[in-house]
């Protein structure tokens, strides 16, 4: 295989150099926030439960997949590790340099290829498909959102009784459920995640921020430093409105690059995960900036931060769609739109 080479689940190949790199950079994470690794052995255990936060079990690997051989396994969606019994260190120690062998390889399938596995980062499982478009569309009058679909009156009968009933039971707290229906008219309700939002105007434009994602590119600088991190936001322009919301985040690509003075966005993988968030969102998300952490207190954009804006201002230009840009520090983040001299900062809170 050579270095572009990918194996059958769409992994990229790694070279040694940058697999050591991996190694490296999780060990420093790991330092800066529970303090200095100085020898061996590597604590795998805490790594995983307390920096990375996977439930770590013991299974019966075996019994789970049918087979021998297998020691150890992930799921990604549930962030968990499954180790086999036969490993367990207090009633097998003599298993014990397998058993933490079995663990790193573990976290290492984690580390670099759980996002190939993620790909649900807008919607829940549960809503696959939701905003799917079924049936002939049509135009009802002459504006850009007039598009519609016929519905079949039994649908509309039936949502408007659930909504008759929610609204009745409607509490005070923010709640957001989907009802959905299937073709023998059998109703789920599916609660959404809800975040609060954030807003601040920047040269006349104003953002509506999500404060999950606040909170996640928060969690992302921490976890990179002393190196800066960041990635691509998430949302939908409302060009007559003058309005932006920015409501998720792409993390960084494998192929990113990581410094203390600087980030070097990569690419590998980025339009296929664009294209999926837009087909689970019927398009309703899309690209709409990127994001950059600086490691101090700190979000005075630098020289190359300038220079990426410019080339991002004369980019989207040409689409008639503001650039936007993040910069999130210690405890604020700053917002560019449209024009570097106008920025406008915004404290974590
Ligand atoms: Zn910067």
């Known amino acids: 295989m050579n270095g572009k080479g990918y194996g059958k689940y769409g992994v990229s190949f790694i070279t040694p150099e940058q697999m050591e790199l991996e190694i490296h950079s999780l060990l420093a994470e790991y330092s800066n926030q529970h303090g200095q690794i100085l020898d061996p052995p590597i604590p795998i255990d805490e790594i995983t439960e307390i920096y990375l ?3 770590l079990e013991f299974v019966d ?14 799921w990604v969606e549930e962030q968990r590790v499954g180790i086999d019994h036969s490993l367990e260190p207090e009633s ?7 058993y933490h062998f079995t663990l790193a390889h573990e976290v290492g399938h984690w580390r670099l290829h759980r996002r190939k596995f993620q790909k649900r980062v807008v919607t829940q499982p549960s809503l696959d498909g939701h905003l799917k478009i079924f049936g002939n569309q049509y135009r009802y009058s002459n504006s850009c959102r007039d598009v519609s679909v016929r519905l079949p009156q039994d649908s509309v009968a039936l949502h408007a009784a659930v909504a008759a009933r929610q609204f ?22 599916i609660e959404v995640d809800v975040s609060p939002y954030r807003q601040v105007v920047v040269n006349g434009w104003t953002l509506h921020v ?3 994602l606040i909170r996640s590119m928060v969690q992302a600088r921490v976890s990179m430093l002393p190196r800066e991190t960041g990635g691509v936001l998430l949302g939908s322009i409302d060009l007559a409105r003058k309005l932006i919301y920015v409501v998720d985040s792409v993390s960084a690509p494998p192929d990113s690059q990581y410094s203390e003075t600087s980030y070097l966005r990569g690419c590998e993988g980025l339009v296929e995960s664009l294209e999926i968030i837009r087909l689970q969102t019927g398009g309703q998300l899309e690209y709409v900036g990127e994001w950059h952490s600086h490691p101090g207190a700190s979000t005075r954009p630098s020289k190359h931060d300038g220079q990426l804006f410019a ?16 910069i999130v520090g210690e405890d604020s983040s700053r917002w560019l739109v449209k024009q570097f001299s106008k920025s406008k900062e915004m404290k974590h809170g």
């Not at 097998?92 to 397998?98: F, I």
């Open 61 to 74: 690997t075996k019994k789970l997949f049918g087979v021998d051989g297998v020691f150890g396994a992930l």
């Open 92 to 98: 097998n120690p003599k298993m014990l340099g397998r």
């Open 311 to 326: 080339w991002l201002v004369q980019h989207r230009l040409m689409d008639g769609i503001p650039a936007l840009m993040a």
């Open 168 to 189: 009745r039971s409607l509490s005070t707290d923010f709640v957001a459920k989907v009802f959905r229906t299937d073709d023998s008219l059998m109703t789920t309700c």
């Open 210 to 212: 999500s404060e999950r």
């Open 53 to 55: 936060e996977l439930a």
